[in-house]
């Protein structure tokens, strides 16, 4: 542009910014606004499914431990039972960090629903259910502390959501 257009255009706005300009600023103001909030809900729900891929990660690890007949339905010998038992152990121990994180509100409903449905299920199954009584009747003292999410969401027969636990 030559200079006597620019004086021209300053002059016939008297140095004020025409409307329509201010308009497609705040415009373009606003997808701006709307890309980064996108560009952080997106950041946010990868970082969360992350996460939630190491915890099944973590399930799936511990869970190549415990004998494949105890996932099968079946009962123990009195012998796998004892060389289990540490499994079933850190399974209960990761069940239960699974519902204080979803108390929390760090895990999505989806993951939360299929976790939920594999606890229950879990724990209907004999070998589970003999280590999870067991484990409950050594901790009973220190119930209020000791796996006392994993413990309210079966008392609660798995319905009540711990997101909603006061």
């Known amino acids: 542009m030559n200079v006597e257009l620019i004086e021209w255009l300053v002059k016939s706005t008297q140095g004020k910014v025409p409307e329509w300009i ?3 600023g705040s415009v373009v103001s606003a997808f701006g606004v709307f890309f980064v909030w996108r560009q952080l809900s997106l950041t946010k729900e990868t970082a969360q499914l992350v996460f939630e891929d190491n915890l099944e990660k973590e399930y799936r690890d511990l869970a190549a431990q415990i004998p494949t007949k105890a996932l099968l339905d079946s009962d123990l010998n009195d012998e ?11 399974y209960f121990d990761l069940s239960n960090t699974q519902v204080m994180l979803r108390k929390q509100g760090r895990i999505g409903n989806s993951a939360w629903k299929s976790w939920c449905v594999g606890i229950r299920f ?9 280590a999870w009584s067991e484990i409950k009747l050594r901790t009973s003292d220190e119930a209020d502390d000791f796996f006392s999410e994993l413990r309210r969401l079966e008392s609660e027969k798995f319905l009540s959501g711990p997101k909603r636990w006061k």
Not at 80 to 90: G, L
Not at 122 to 130: E, I, T, V, W
């Open 80 to 90: 796998e039972y004892r060389q289990a038992f540490d499994d079933f152990f850190r």
């Open 122 to 130: 879990n724990l209907s199954l004999p070998a589970f259910a003999r």
């Open 22 to 24: 201010s308009a497609i």
